[in-house]
C-alpha cells in the first residue's frame, strides 16, 4: 500500500506531483502481483430455503449404514455450518407428505465442493429408506444450519463425549475441529458405545483423531460382543456408572459433558431432551455421579 503523502508547500507542488508520479507507476510496474482470495460460498445460511444437492458418491459405512457424499453448488463453495451444528433433509412421499431430519456432516467443516453425511438404515425409518432407495446423481433436499452448541475453543479444560449408534456424528464433528485447532487445547474423552466390533461407526477416523492427536484425544469403545477375540481400545459390555467415575474428569472440574445416542441410550444417561429446544432435567446415571444440568448437553 502507498503511503500517505504529506501537503508539500505550494512552489514545490509540480516536483512533488512529478516525483509522485513517477513512483506511482514504478510501484504498480514492479510490485508483486499477488492472487486476491475470493471468499467461500457458504450454501446454507439459514434463510430456511431448502436447496436440491446431487449425490456423488454411496459407500458402505457397515452392514446398514452409509456413507453419502453430496455436491455444493460450486468446487470452492462450503456447507457454511458451524462449530456444533446440523442440517435438515426432506423428501415428498407418494402422498405429498414431507418427511424431515436431521443429520449432522462428518466432513471437515471447512471442505469444499462437497460434503458427507453417515446414516443409518431403519426397517420403519422413512428417510433412510428413501436415502438408502437412491443412487448417485439422485438428488436431495437441505435447508440449515441447525445450530446446536456455539463452541468457544478452551471453554473447559476437558470434556467427556459419551455416545452410540449413529449419536458419533455430532460428537465426532466436534472432537475432530477441536483437535484440528492448533490454538485450542482442550482434553477430549471419548466414551462410545455399540452392539458389536462391525457396527462401530468412524473407527477408522477416530482411530486416526487419537493417532494424531494422542496427548489431547483419547477414545474407548465398548460393544455387546466382540467379533473377533480380545481388541485393543475396546471393553466388553455397556459404558459403565463406574467407568465413567474413574476415567471422565469429575463434576467439581472445568469439564463438560456431550452425549447423543438412541432413546434409550440418552434415557439411561442423561434422559433425554423435553423438544428439540429444550434440553429438559438432567437425570440417569450423569445425574447420579453429581454432573448437573448446567455441565451437561444433549445432541
Known sequence: ???????????????????????????FYTRPRVAVQKEKQRVFVGDGNWIDLPIVKIEDESHDTKR??????????????????AIFTKYVTAKGNNVVRPYTPVSPLDQQGTFELVIKHYNDGKMSSHLFSLKPNDVVSFKGPIKKWQWVPNSFKSITLLGAGTGTTPLYQLASHIARNPEDKTKINVFYGNKTSSDILLKKEWNELQEKYPDQVKVTYFVDKLDDGKENGVELGFISKEFIAKNAPGPKEDTHLFICGPPPFMKAYSGEKAKPTDQGELTGLLQELGYSKDQVFKF
Open 1 to 27: 500500500m502507498l503511503s500517505r503523502l504529506s501537503r508539500p508547500s505550494t512552489r514545490f507542488v509540480p516536483i512533488a506531483i512529478g516525483a509522485a508520479a513517477i513512483a506511482t507507476s514504478a510501484y
Open 68 to 85: 453419502f457424499t453430496f455436491k455444493l453448488p460450486s468446487e470452492d463453495a462450503i456447507t457454511g455450518l458451524t462449530l456444533a451444528s
